[in-house]
């Protein structure tokens, strides 16, 4: 991989933006369809934006990949032209059956993988058509913002949106970004639209007085700190540090002297990469005031990822699209989103007694306790506490009221480089009993029968242990 394919990306951009340009004379309505997570909202900020630049009336519509039936019924509603953001590529024979057959044009701007024919009504940008690897190279923001670009100049401040969902997505790395995100985070960095620094990476670090930083600490959950008001309390009495300053207001050497601190007193989860990198690393801040909320990326990632999780996508999509009067709902829904997962990540890391090695994956079953919707980033949080090993793929398992469990599998960049791939493993493993399942290398999901989890856990166990062999 490397300037090629990077090319190739930027080209296939220009391409959309050369279909978009003559659509986006006001006289068409458009629709965009895009995923309920950092990256979708981002993707969709990014594009709605430079629509309503154009005086183009549209509408965004949260939602998971559209089912066919969905699609069908997206064909008969009266837009001219669809745009599917973080979502589509899997979707293409519904989209070419309903909508371009009723000669309606489509954009699909997506980082997944899938099948993409080609039709004149359609354009669609996708990494893995470029040779890229669309789980770490390029998220579907990356993505909208080269095509936004591409439409004009003027639509650079909105890089950051770029990088957000990017690290929305888990696209940042220990060793910073890759490809087309590396490419677009040096950009941003050379036009001084985003500074990039180092320190503590913790939530709310230009936000939040650093007490409440610490005490609602998830990314990194610290044992031993998070979750303990008395101990972040001493803490920073300790180090003569005032509770109620932003960490962003910090003294450089106080921010070193706490992390310092927090590494010491976690003991041997310090020396796990994953708890190393989550506390301590490349800090990305918007400058641009174009950009309204807050100025750290990551916690602008995790803000629109809580109000998503809410059901409150449009009050992170009007944040990021300028709207100053959402802010204060849109840090509420991010306060009640990190008791939720403070809640979760902290049970899970009580519970390592539960944690049960099959041989080629590890996994812990919750039964109950962990909700469907919050288990998948329980696990990822999980992992970045330090606490679980990570030379093999971690696996969360809980209920869901449906009689099904929910499994949620987390890996690593490395395990990836080695060959494992969870997607494959929970896509196939799932399928031979009867569920469904998929995703990315380092990220996937699955449900199956309630009554045949041994048997999955079985077959998934089989199905690397196959791989590892080369069959
Ligand atoms: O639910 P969870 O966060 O664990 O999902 C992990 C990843 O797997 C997500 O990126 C999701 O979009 C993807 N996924 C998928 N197909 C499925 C289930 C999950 O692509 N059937």
């Not at 300053?245 to 310092?260: G, Q, R, V, Y």
Request: charged content about 25%.
């Amino acid at each position: 991989m490397g300037r090629a394919e990077i090319k190739l990306f930027q080209r296939d951009a220009e391409s959309v933006a050369e279909f978009l340009r003559p659509r986006l004379t006001g006289d068409k309505k458009v629709k965009i369809i895009t995923h309920t997570d950092a990256d979708g909202i981002s993707a969709a900020a990014i594009i709605a934006r430079c629509l309503y630049f154009y005086d183009v009336p549209f509408n965004v519509h949260f939602s998971r990949p559209k089912k066919t039936e969905e699609i069908a019924k997206l064909a008969e509603e009266d837009y001219d032209l669809f745009i599917f953001l973080d979502q589509g590529s899997g979707q293409v024979e519904a989209i070419h059956k309903f909508i371009l057959a009723k000669n309606k044009d489509v954009v699909i701007i997506d980082h997944h993988p899938g099948n993409l024919p080609k039709h004149p009504n359609l354009v669609y940008l996708n990494p893995h058509t470029c040779g890229l690897n669309g789980a770490k190279d390029v998220s579907a923001s990356g993505g909208a913002y080269l095509v936004a670009e591409r439409l004009d100049l003027r639509f650079r401040h909105l890089v950051g949106l770029a990088l957000i969902g990017a690290i929305g997505d888990r696209q940042e790395f220990f060793s910073g970004f890759t490809e087309v995100n590396d490419l677009i985070a040096k950009r941003a960095i050379d036009l001084e639209i985003v500074r990039q620094g180092e320190g503590l990476r913790l939530i709310g670090r230009s936000m939040t007085p650093v007490f409440e930083s610490l005490h609602k600490s998830t990314r990194p959950f610290i044992v031993g700190i998070s979750r303990d008001p008395s101990a972040c309390r001493i803490l920073l009495k300790e180090l003569g540090i005032s509770q109620t300053i932003t960490i962003s207001e910090f003294h450089p050497e106080d921010e070193k002297n706490l992390a310092d601190a927090i590494f010491s007193r976690v003991g041997s989860i310090a020396e796990r990469e994953e708890f190393r990198h989550a506390l301590w690393g490349t800090v990305y801040t918007n400058t641009s005031d174009q950009i309204i909320g807050p100025r750290d990326l990551r916690e602008y990632a995790t803000i629109l990822d809580a109000c998503a999780n809410f059901k409150k996508a449009d009050v992170a999509l009007a944040m990021a699209t300028g709207d100053e009067t959402f802010v204060k709902e849109a840090m509420e829904l991010l306060n009640l989103r990190q008791d939720e997962m403070i809640k979760s990540v902290g049970w899970l890391v009580k519970r390592l007694d539960l944690l049960k090695d099959a041989g080629n994956f590890r996994y812990i079953y919750c039964g109950d306790e962990i909700d469907p919707s919050l288990i998948g980033e329980s696990i990822s949080l999980l992992i970045e506490s330090g606490t679980v090993e990570m030379d093999k793929p971690l696996l969360g398992l809980v209920d869901t009221p449906t009689e099904e469990v929910k499994i949620s599998g987390r890996g690593t960049p490395r395990l990836a480089m080695e060959g494992v791939d969870i997607g494959g493993g929970l896509n196939a493993a799932s399928a031979e009993v009867g569920g469904f399942g998929g995703g990315h290398d380092v990220a996937a999901a699955a449900r199956i029968p309630a009554d045949k989890m041994n048997e999955f856990l079985n077959k998934l166990n089989e199905f690397f242990a196959r791989k590892k062999d080369g069959l």
